[in-house]
């Protein structure tokens, strides 16, 4: 098992965070951080008795107190919930009573109330008062099946579902951030400044926390997630580890003329939603090489890993040695120590998706000669005509970005007839529907666009990114439970 407390320990005088906040910006060494973790451990326990089995949830922005907080939950044994704050309360409710809280640790007392069965404590847990430090131990291989953190993926489709991870799922081997033989010499070394935005209740989040820290890297956050260019023009980074989103908002800012913005960053990493090739391309015009991963909340995070942008540009990547990521029937399956226990108290999805201790991904695709993974849409996601055709809606998406004017869209099935939403300034929104005409004349009859729905905002998304869907398997299974 990865000794990760021990890994603080043999880093203490490095510097393991930085917040940036202006003049209220501050360092934390680990030493320092692994003193606040005990002491804060104490602090809970002190609040809510033995935490080891308790169900502990946490909701909040990212923050020091949140980092503490969850590192203390977790090595005191707690069953530890993050919670998406930016969910729908119909799906933080759920997750609230799903997972059996006994209580929520909250920035927000007044706002993060889902009923008075469950204990609410605030962030000052983390920090105020003086304490006894915990004597706290990294996990053992006879911990290694235990049930560890309950997390509520953000589906494109339906309500949430809890996957379950194991102390193995986490901290059975060491996370690899960055394999050295095909970083083209990038290093994850002691001093190295990672800026990371991925929120910490999502899985990209949780990984960065740990990945970045087991070489003794110091992770660098926004206090205020909206002033990332405000803060990095006054600050440097080496590299960043961010939200598909905030690749769109560099590059916006590049065009500007403003890349002293981005603070000197030299490598762009990123997960959870695809980047155009396009963009990839534009990034390293300008001198920001990029690297992306794959994998699934439910595998335990990342399993794909692609830094060559030379020769598989549009590829997801080359699995970890530790992954067996094989195609079957189209789809993407995975074997690997990070797959999940299963979904919390929902043994029916869970065996929709695990079989023999391998996941069915749901996502369709193929590896080349080279082993590099490449993914072609999602199988829930196919839109079946009455014709018994299959269409991938992921497809004609490719096809309309191809239009510069097209900021978002979605392909959805619309009474039998492929209809698309669109994002995109009013001005263009005459020169999309020539590209759409023009399109379908190069397009088989029951692939064409017949209808445009255009959108003057963005289009909804999960919180990793992804333009949320309707679920047209669980739409299809209505229909025929309606009709018979």
Not at 191 to 204: A, D, E, I, S
Request: hydrophobic share 35%; charged share 25%.
């Amino acid at each position: 098992m990865f000794q990760y407390l021990s890994t603080l320990e043999k880093y203490s005088n490095e510097c393991a965070f930085k917040f940036l906040d202006d003049e209220k910006s501050f360092e934390v060494s680990y030493e320092q951080y692994l003193k606040d973790i005990k002491t804060c451990a104490t602090r809970l326990e002190n609040n809510l008795g033995n935490l080891k089995g308790k169900h502990v949830g946490l909701i909040g922005i990212n923050s020091y107190e949140y980092v503490v907080i969850m590192a203390a939950l977790i090595f005191s044994r707690a069953v530890f919930v993050p919670l998406n704050y930016r969910e729908t309360y119909e799906n933080l409710d759920f997750a609230v009573r799903n997972s059996k809280l006994d209580c929520i640790v909250t920035d927000d007392t007044e706002n993060h109330s889902f009923g008075e069965n469950v204990k609410y404590l605030g962030f000052d847990v983390a920090l105020k008062g003086e304490a006894e430090e915990k004597d706290l131990t990294d996990f053992t291989e006879e911990e290694v099946n235990n049930l560890m953190m309950i997390v509520y993926t953000s589906g494109t489709t339906s309500l949430s579902k809890g996957v379950a991870l194991s102390a193995g799922n986490l901290f059975q081997e060491e996370r690899i951030a960055l394999p050295e033989k095909y970083t083209n010499g990038y290093r994850a070394v002691p001093g190295v400044k990672v800026y990371t935005n991925f929120p910490l209740y999502h899985v990209g989040g949780l990984l960065t926390w740990l990945s970045w820290s087991e070489h003794g890297c110091t992770l660098v956050q926004s206090a205020n997630p909206q002033n990332i260019l405000s803060d990095l023009e006054k600050d440097s980074i080496d590299i960043a580890f961010v939200i598909p989103a905030t690749i769109k908002l560099w590059l916006k800012t590049i065009h500007r003329g403003h890349i002293e913005r981005l603070g000197g960053v030299k490598l762009a990493l990123t997960a959870g939603a695809p980047v155009s090739v396009d963009d990839v391309k534009e990034l390293s015009a300008n001198g920001i090489n990029f690297g992306q991963y794959y994998g699934m909340t439910e595998t335990g995070g990342n399993v794909t890993y692609n830094f060559d942008m030379v020769n598989h540009i549009s590829s997801v990547g080359r699995p970890y040695d530790d992954a067996d990521v094989r195609i079957v029937d189209d789809e993407i399956v995975i074997r690997h120590w990070g797959n999940m226990l299963g979904y919390y108290e929902n043994e029916e999805e869970t065996q929709k998706i695990i079989r023999d201790g391998v996941i069915y991904t749901g996502d369709l695709g193929y590896m080349d000669e080279d082993g590099y993974l490449y993914i072609t849409g999602r199988k829930k996601n196919l839109i079946i005509l009455s014709s018994g055709e299959n269409v991938s809606p992921e497809e004609l998406e490719r096809l309309l970005y191809e239009c510069k004017a097209v900021k978002e869209c979605k392909a959805f099935e619309s009474n039998d007839r492929i209809a698309v939403e669109i994002y995109a300034e009013k001005s263009s929104q005459d020169s999309i529907r020539e590209f759409v005409s023009e399109l379908n004349k190069t397009l088989p009859i029951y692939k064409r666009i017949y209808g445009i729905e255009f959108q003057t905002e963005e289009l909804e998304k999960t919180a990793s990114g992804k333009i949320k869907r309707i679920d047209t398997v669980a739409l299809r299974q209505k229909e025929n439970q309606l009709g018979s």
